[in-house]
């Protein structure tokens, strides 16, 4: 079944061309710009990375180095190596893989936990442990990073680890009872009283961008891995998203109790976008029909509902809570907006969804790129001001959201 490949039964040429246009602008963006970013400002002398680039191009060499990010860049290099190794020269294509091999190698021998399994939160700069906890969204990123290396490259000790952190997974945070993934444990799988993923997320048991990042990493998994309880788990996510978290006006419910009760009013317009395409992505992998089908009829009413989020001038806002709108343009909302209107023009045959998607990059183009030094700004505030106060790489700020919305566009079209 075709998952990621153009279909052309019913676009115009200058649809295609437009496509094309577009595929080979953002292979630019990430060739000349983003990767490169990477490569020269984060590693470090020892053989790792630093831990943070601030937005003012301050690099901070004692900052902590986080699970997450360490897990985005072995993800991103991997899929840039396999998308690319082809098409730009052989020393590139070899500092590709470098970086992905850098980061496999501190994720197995410094964030994995030898003796209770799963990968610690974060390592103080000299990598020693530095947070133990066991944040499932962190556990699934680094399934995420390794399964994709495996398909880069064949990798046998990727796939090995995939397999044993989809276990840990399995094991500890699946709820047997009520479904679903529990949010957070101690080091030793304890239940932990501060389960959040950051300090503007709820403190809940179960959370809507967990679950999204636990189906995004099964499904790399499940290509390469064929396993039944995979299959069972990544079916199982995707009718979550349907039963449980999308709600009737298309838009995602975020924080959930142990009984998946949500009392928030919020929505968030960057995560709406972002499920439309790896919901859809999802349904491809798993490739039974009548799930596609059901997923299918859900998708262009999730990504309306994320339309509620986009400016006229192509930037889609951050979120609204209750009657309060945050209006900041955050960079990661911006290349999920890209990669989902897209999606709808590649698979519905949305000619909408093409003309959404050039508005989008032309903004990121405008507003978000640092055209002096690299990478792009956290965001563009609501007034109009770039954002230098949250970092251009760090923790959070990882060349996975905008690298992958260059590589599905240039894998889509090519």
């Known amino acids: 079944m075709?998952?990621?490949?153009?279909?052309?039964?019913?676009?115009?040429?200058?649809?295609?061309?437009?496509?094309?246009?577009?595929?080979?602008?953002?292979?630019?963006?990430?060739?000349?710009?983003?990767?490169?970013?990477?490569?020269?400002?984060?590693?470090?002398?020892?053989?790792?990375?630093?831990?943070?680039?601030?937005?003012?191009?301050?690099?901070?060499?004692?900052?902590?180095?986080?699970?997450?990010?360490?897990?985005?860049?072995?993800?991103?290099?991997?899929?840039?190596?396999?998308?690319?190794?082809?098409?730009?020269?052989?020393?590139?294509?070899?500092?590709?893989?470098?970086?992905?091999e850098k980061a496999k190698k501190l994720l197995l021998e410094k964030f994995l936990d030898p003796e209770y399994g799963g990968t610690y939160w974060s390592l103080d700069h000299e990598y020693n442990p530095l947070d133990t906890k066991k944040q499932i969204y962190a556990i699934a990123f680094t399934i995420y990073g390794l399964a994709e290396l495996n398909r880069a490259t064949g990798d046998e000790e990727a796939l090995e680890y995939a397999i044993k952190l989809f276990h840990s997974i399995e094991d500890h945070s699946f709820d047997k009872e009520?479904?679903?993934?529990?949010?957070?444990?101690?080091?030793?799988?304890?239940?932990?009283?501060?389960?959040?993923?950051?300090?503007k997320d709820a403190n809940e048991s179960k959370t809507m961008n967990t679950h999204l990042h636990v189906l995004e990493a099964y499904t790399c998994l499940f290509r390469v891995w064929k396993d039944s309880l995979l299959e069972e788990r990544l079916r199982g996510l995707i009718r979550i998203f349907e039963e449980r978290i999308t709600d009737s006006n298309g838009h995602l419910k975020l924080f959930f109790d142990d009984d998946w009760n949500c009392s928030y009013d919020i929505f968030s317009y960057g995560h709406d976008i972002e499920a439309s395409w790896l919901l859809h992505e999802a349904a491809l992998v798993l490739g039974d029909s009548e799930v596609l089908a059901r997923i299918e009829a859900l998708i262009p009413h999730i990504a309306d509902a994320?339309?509620?989020?986009?400016?006229?001038?192509?930037?889609?806002?951050?979120?609204?809570?209750?009657?309060?709108?945050?209006?900041?343009?955050?960079?990661?909302?911006?290349?999920?907006?890209?990669?989902?209107?897209?999606?709808?023009?590649?698979?519905?045959?949305?000619?909408?969804?093409?003309?959404?998607?050039?508005?989008?990059?032309?903004?990121?183009?405008?507003?978000?790129?640092?055209?002096?030094?690299?990478?792009?700004?956290?965001?563009?505030?609501?007034?109009?001001?770039?954002?230098?106060?949250?970092?251009?790489?760090?923790?959070?700020?990882?060349?996975y959201h905008n690298g992958r919305m260059c590589m599905e566009l240039i894998e889509r079209v090519h």
């Open 2 to 100: 075709k998952e990621q490949t153009m279909e052309t039964s019913h676009k115009t040429s200058a649809e295609l061309l437009a496509a094309q246009a577009l595929a080979k602008q953002v292979q630019k963006e990430l060739t000349e710009d983003i990767l490169p970013y990477w490569i020269k400002g984060m590693c470090s002398p020892d053989g790792g990375f630093y831990g943070r680039i601030d937005g003012n191009e301050n690099l901070d060499p004692t900052a902590p180095v986080g699970n997450i990010m360490t897990a985005r860049v072995l993800w991103t290099f991997a899929s840039a190596y396999r998308i690319l190794k082809d098409s730009v020269d052989q020393e590139t294509a070899a500092s590709y893989l470098e970086m992905a």
């Open 306 to 399: 994320a339309s509620e989020g986009l400016t006229p001038e192509g930037g889609m806002i951050y979120e609204k809570l209750g009657e309060e709108i945050d209006r900041d343009f955050h960079w990661w909302v911006q290349a999920e907006a890209v990669v989902g209107y897209f999606n709808l023009w590649d698979h519905f045959d949305s000619q909408e969804g093409l003309e959404k998607a050039l508005m989008c990059w032309d903004f990121i183009k405008d507003k978000i790129l640092d055209k002096e030094n690299g990478e792009w700004f956290w965001s563009l505030r609501a007034d109009g001001s770039i954002n230098r106060d949250e970092d251009k790489a760090g923790f959070w700020k990882c060349p």
């Open 178 to 199: 009520k479904d679903g993934y529990f949010e957070a444990f101690t080091r030793t799988w304890e239940p932990i009283e501060d389960m959040r993923l950051s300090e």
